[in-house]
Structure formats: structure tokens, C-alpha cells
């Protein structure tokens, strides 16, 4: 919050995910109170932050903004870190990838006013 002017995270439900097999990682995570506590301290501190839908974040590329068939697809590819996008020849961190999406959704909802959902 010291460091930023803006912090946008994804509207991932911890409800929901608690009742897939990702549970434990949701939980154990405190995704809920993380983003409570987040909230809390940019409003003090004059901080944006906003939730954006991170629908399709781990997938589309950042580089190029397709969706290739490369990418991570689904609940039985959370074990695939690295992806190379058979689009541009990107080659992405699976989580850095996904927050560079989230970022971009971020930017454009405060130039645009773009919806949450
Ligand atoms: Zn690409």
C-alpha cells in the first residue's frame, strides 16, 4: 500500500474455491480477509484498489492478448508453471503472466469505468 498507487487483485471467490479441490490452498490462503485487510488500508491511505473479473487471466497471453491453445486450461493445469504462447513465442510465469492480465484489467477500468463483471 506504501509502495503504490493503485492495487487490483482478482474477484476469485474463497467461498467457491473452498468448495473445489483447491479448498485447503483458498483457506489456508485467508484469500477473504487478505483482500478485507487490502481494502481497509488503501482507503486510509488514498490508495485505489479495485477487484477486476480475472475470468481467462491465466490464459490469455500478455504479450499478444490471445488465448492460444498452449496456454494453462482448467483445474488440471494448476501444476503447469511455465507456458510458452504458440501465438507469439512468449514465454510466461504462469502466476506473473495472470497478474500482468490483472493489472491490464485494472488500468482499463479506471480509463474506461469498465464494469466488474
Ligand atoms: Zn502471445
Known amino acids: 500500500v506504501d509502495a503504490n498507487a493503485a492495487i487490483f487483485v482478482g474477484n476469485v471467490s474463497s467461498k ?4 473445489t479441490r483447491n479448498a485447503k490452498s483458498a483457506l489456508d490462503a485467508g484469500w477473504g480477509l487478505l483482500k ?13 484498489f479495485e477487484e477486476v473479473n480475472e475470468a481467462f487471466t491465466p490464459q490469455r497471453c500478455s504479450c499478444c492478448g490471445n488465448i ?3 496456454s494453462p ?29 490483472i493489472l491490464a484489467l485494472g488500468h482499463g ?3 474506461g469505468g469498465m464494469p466488474v463483471l
Open 16 to 19: 467457491t474455491m473452498s468448495q
Open 36 to 48: 478485507a485487510m487490502l481494502s481497509y488500508k488503501c482507503n486510509h491511505a488514498g490508495v485505489v
Open 68 to 70: 492460444p491453445a498452449s
Open 73 to 101: 486450461k482448467g483445474m488440471g493445469a494448476l501444476g503447469m508453471r511455465e507456458w510458452v504462447c504458440d501465438q507469439c513465442g512468449s514465454v510466461h510465469d504462469r502466476d506473473v503472466n495472470a497478474a500482468r492480465n
Open 109 to 111: 477500468r479506471l480509463a
